[in-house]
């Protein structure tokens, strides 16, 4: 599972508006295919390149190292389409972006102008996170050591989204005084082996597999040293959830218009209903009504996140940050149930018909299931109340630290 992956040379995209256009052609083209690639399995090996040599992304890359530094905003609304129209392929960026703003962070200028080089040029992040216990960071077993002078990686990995189609897989790790850090191993490097053993019933074509590192040398320039727990929060966490709720965003406006273009086209009246369309149905349309309404919510929501958090990446206060946390909190939590309403909601009003195989509407519901798992949306209506009541961050780099809520 080692084969070299290409890099076309990537566009460079100038603005907001770009981006989105960018967006919405390429996911009229990645749509078509959708449920093919999900019922047969198909890895999206072409859909990935154009997708990255589109520049879209490159879109958070800093001005000062000649990137367009487009705002969280944009970022949520690309993902949110291209998810509409694959979420797999909303996904595997994940961590793309979420490593890019740990590079912002707390890159050395040295790490920052290399690798912010690499991806304007077309290079993709994977992803090499969790392990099997759900540890956390600071419990890796992965490990970075020094033997006979030489940093050397040793670990194992799952849930590894992006990794197969990656230039660099990011590997959590800890090092011999107990630090958390990431190394960033080249997709081809000796030790590092990916395997494709992803079968959950959704998201399917992730590929997020298994990640195996034996041995793998590491150079001195890979090793990105993080805030460890307790310091003050950043926007590291922040940015990476958004872009999750972007995810389910995109995946609920896709069960949504199916919904739509279901009861428009295939539906019958409901028995019992008195009516000759089923688009004239007073339930029915209730329902429609109220998806309608909690998505927009949903929407606003994540739009409300995105300019929070270009606030406090612009801020040195740490409250700003905690405050953008926050509010992708809410967003996560409205997300996820308007994506399990809504790709739940379809088969209940399209009827019968979108049960139908050859239409692939399951992989709505399938896809909504398995990514809303991601982060378990009880514990954000906790840190919600925690914050609002008690000024307590539930972030885990920054658990228990004061601060003093705001509800702007």
Not at 18 to 23: D, Q, Y
Not at 368 to 392: C, Q, S
Request: a neutral charge; proline letters at 5%; aromatic letters at 6%.
């Amino acid at each position: 599972m080692n084969a070299p992956v290409t890099r076309p040379a990537a566009r460079r995209i100038a603005g907001d508006a770009e981006a989105i256009e960018t967006a919405i052609v390429l996911a009229a083209q990645f749509a078509p295919g959708a449920a093919q690639r999900d019922r047969d399995r198909i890895l999206p090996w072409a859909e990935v390149e154009a997708f990255s040599a589109s520049g879209l992304w490159a879109i958070t890359v800093p001005r000062s190292f000649d990137g367009p530094a487009l705002s969280n905003v944009t970022l949520a609304r690309v993902i949110a389409l291209i998810a509409a129209a694959d979420g797999s392929l909303g996904q595997i960026p994940q961590n793309h972006f979420a490593v890019l703003e740990a590079l912002r962070l707390h890159g050395t200028p040295d790490q920052q102008d290399f690798f912010f080089r690499r991806v304007l040029a077309g290079d993709r992040m994977g992803n090499a996170t969790a392990e099997p216990g759900d540890k956390r960071p600071k419990d890796h077993a992965t490990s970075l050591h020094r033997t006979a002078g030489r940093l050397r990686l040793q670990g194992r990995k799952l849930y590894s989204t992006g990794a197969l189609f990656a230039h660099w897989v990011p590997v959590s790790a800890t090092d011999e005084a107990g630090a958390h850090v990431t190394v960033f191993v080249p997709r081809g490097a000796p030790g590092l082996t990916i395997v494709d053993d992803w079968s959950s019933f959704g998201q399917r074509t992730t590929a997020s597999g298994t990640v195996i590192i034996e041995d793998v040398a590491v150079e001195p320039l890979w090793v990105l040293r993080r805030a460890q727990a307790g310091a003050p929060v950043d926007t590291g966490n922040a940015v990476s959830q958004l872009v999750h709720t972007a995810i389910d965003l995109g995946i609920a406006r896709a069960a949504i218009d199916d919904t739509l273009h279901f009861f428009r086209v295939l539906a019958h009246p409901a028995r019992g209903s008195g009516v000759a369309m089923p688009t004239d149905d007073p339930l029915a349309l209730r329902e429609i009504g109220a998806l309608t309404l909690q998505y927009h919510a949903a929407e606003a929501l994540v739009e409300r996140a995105g300019r929070l958090v270009d606030a406090a990446q612009a801020s040195t206060a740490p409250t700003d940050a905690a405050a953008a946390l926050i509010a992708v909190v809410e967003a996560k939590i409205v997300t996820t149930e308007i994506a399990l309403a809504a790709t739940n909601k379809l088969f209940e009003l399209a009827g019968t018909q979108s049960t139908l195989l050859e239409h692939g509407l399951d992989r709505h519901w399938r896809n909504a299931r398995t990514h809303t798992l991601h982060d378990g949306v009880r514990w954000k209506y906790h840190a919600l109340g925690e914050f609002v009541l008690n000024g307590r961050l539930c972030d885990p780099w920054t658990l228990g630290h004061p601060y003093t809520p705001t509800l702007g």
